[in-house]
């Protein structure tokens, strides 16, 4: 058996690869306590006295590299940062490891720079290590960041921990940056204002968080999309979600072109999105909070934790549907 684009494209095959070779074969650890690999949360930490250090790592590899709403910078800045925020975790710092293929355009390398300058800026983090090779054994650009970020010990917000009862809010209109992404490389001849959501939430994080809304369990939903990240957090938390399709936040646009294309919205991968499973008392508050922020102006309770069920239904006009996790991202290479 070969690795294929799928085993990276988020899905049950690239969690099948990571159970069943990886964590297979790594002695697994965690640090003082502290949140490990066996997890698969969006970062560890490591309890240090009344703190905790959260620390996350990611590869970033697009194609386009540059597309619209943002780029593999933009992209490879707010992955990082996304993935600490989501763990109620206040993001410190970045590392910065750049593997450039030989002829790449020196101009396109600094518009990159210029955009990961930009999106650090906005996101308060720092940019303080870094590693630059250059290789003619790639084909393109390839960009990995690590994470720092810290959070009171015992704070820090899991996946697994969806309650019975919580409300199910997403941030924003989801599908966004895959379908930009697939537009941009195809080529279809679509009249589209259709960008790229990727920016870095952790303001928008914050915000919630500022106010004492409590928040059960968090997941950005990337790779995989919305199906993917509502399996994950229900698997881990035994828990069964209910989602109303009528809720959904999803532009015309988007939905016209996901039926157009025959794919589904709740597959396709966001990178400006935050999924959080939130108190029933606390969810209308946290609604108008996050509508209060540009990046939350779309967002909208779209279900509800319950012991009723396993897994993801979707209720819609005609039934019940049961929302798997997805096989693999439809478009493949979008983060």
Do not use: W
């Not at 989602?243 to 646009?253: A, G, R, T, V």
């Not at 909208?300 to 006009?317: D, L, P, Q």
């Amino acid at each position: 058996m070969k690795i294929t684009r799928m085993h990276g494209a988020g899905g049950k095959i690239m969690q099948d690869l990571i159970k069943n070779i990886i964590l297979k074969n790594l002695e697994i650890t965690s640090v003082n306590g502290g949140i490990g690999l066996e997890s698969l949360d969006d970062s560890a930490t490591i309890p240090i006295g009344d703190k905790e250090i959260v620390f996350t790592v990611d590869g970033h590899t697009v194609k386009p590299i540059f597309f619209p709403g943002g780029d593999i910078g933009r992209l490879a800045v707010s992955g990082t940062v996304n993935d600490l925020a989501v763990m109620g975790a206040k993001p410190l710092a970045l590392s910065l490891s750049l593997i450039i293929p030989e002829g790449f355009n020196l101009e396109d390398l600094e518009k990159i720079i210029k955009s990961i300058n930009e999106t650090t800026k906005e996101a308060e983090v720092a940019i303080i290590t870094g590693d630059t090779k250059v290789s003619d054994g790639v084909d393109d650009i390839i960009i990995s960041t690590a994470g720092v970020g810290i959070v009171d010990r015992g704070k820090a917000i899991r996946d697994c921990g969806v309650k019975e009862g919580d409300a199910i809010i997403v941030s924003g209109n989801i599908g966004e940056h895959g379908l930009a992404i697939l537009l941009s490389r195809e080529g279809f001849d679509f009249e589209t204002d259709i960008k790229s959501d990727v920016a870095p939430i952790n303001k928008l994080i914050e915000k919630v968080l500022n106010e004492e809304i409590q928040i059960n369990a968090m997941k950005d939903p990337t790779r995989g999309g919305l199906a993917d990240a509502l399996n994950e957090m229900a698997e881990k938390s035994n828990i069964g979600i209910t989602i109303f399709e009528d809720k959904l936040p999803i532009s015309e646009e988007v939905q016209s072109l996901c039926d157009i294309l025959g794919l589904d919205p709740l597959t396709i991968a966001n990178e400006g999105k935050v999924v959080m499973a939130v108190k029933k008392e606390d969810a209308e508050r946290c609604l108008e909070i996050l509508r209060e922020h540009p990046l939350g102006k779309n967002a909208e309770i779209i279900g509800y934790a319950t012991k009723e069920h396993k897994g993801v239904v979707m209720e819609t006009i005609v039934g019940r549907r049961i929302v798997d996790m997805p096989i693999g991202d439809p478009i493949p290479r979008v983060c």
